[in-house]
């Protein structure tokens, strides 16, 4: 089930819309305890934005942002201000702007991030990944990958390297997702980092026959599906939960 299409911030959506199964909603977090019941501290949720990074930032607050449910109590949040941060492609820096939401139940704030970012990182999502699919995936070093791509060599060798540790936890993850979402898992290998990406690719190629996902790009997606964390530091298994929570599809063009 399709989630109703983006809104902008401080509307409204109808309760009955909120309790419908499917939603594809990707954030990442610690679980903690606070009195009786558990819930979640603040989180980076990653909806799947269509715009390229020019035009999120000139929209700015005006952006059409979609409202999620709170991860942890699965009620409706409110916008609650937000920030500005930087992001880099093609070489240049953009200030974009990234609005918070505010539980009324547990009274938690979670930033939404855009797709086109990851967690932590000054790069777009599709930066990152074309330098770690090039390293990664044997066709070219480290140097050239980065010059490619118009970064320092130093940043692009920290992203090969955290993605390498992370690899076998990516290759399991994606993998797994694959078959959630009806397709074919990716075969191992050898090397982590080519299974990560081959089960990155499969998992992709099986979410792009849902509406909207082949447009918003396989980076994109993995920084969706991942709450931004792709290659952060820490070994959370931040994947998506696929059936009745958890689900925000892109609203197809």
């Not at 974009?96 to 547990?106: N, Q, T």
């Not at 979402?181 to 050898?190: D, I, V």
Request: aromatic share 8%.
């Amino acid at each position: 089930m399709l989630m109703p299409g983006p809104l902008r911030a401080g509307q409204d959506l109808e309760p009955s819309l909120l309790k419908r199964n499917g939603s594809l909603l990707a954030c990442a977090g610690h679980v903690r305890e606070k009195g009786s019941g558990a819930v979640l501290s603040p989180v980076a949720i990653v909806w799947p934005c269509p715009l390229s990074v020019d035009a999120y930032a000139a929209a700015g607050r005006d952006a059409e942002f979609p409202r999620p449910e709170c991860p942890s109590c699965r009620v409706p949040m409110t916008f609650w201000s937000g920030y500005r941060r930087y992001v880099r492609q093609a070489g240049l820096c953009r200030k974009v702007f990234i609005p918070r939401l505010r539980c009324a139940s547990c009274k938690v704030t979670h930033a939404l991030l855009p797709a086109f970012t990851l967690a932590w990182r000054l790069d777009s999502a599709e930066t990152v990944g074309t330098v770690i699919a090039a390293v990664a995936g044997g066709a070219r070093g480290v140097r050239p990958a980065a010059a490619a791509a118009g970064v320092p060599h130093t940043t692009a060798r920290g992203w090969c390297r955290r993605f390498s540790v992370r690899s076998p936890g990516l290759a399991a993850g994606f993998a797994g997702l694959a078959v959630e979402l009806g397709g074919e898992p990716a075969s191992p290998c050898a090397d982590a980092g080519q299974f990560a990406l081959a089960a990155l690719g499969a998992a992709f190629e099986a979410a792009a026959g849902l509406p909207g996902w082949l447009a918003v790009g396989c980076w994109r997606f993995a920084s969706c599906v991942s709450g931004g964390r792709l290659i952060a530091a820490n070994a959370i298994s931040p994947f998506l939960v696929v059936g009745k929570r958890r689900f925000m599809p892109p609203v197809p063009p």
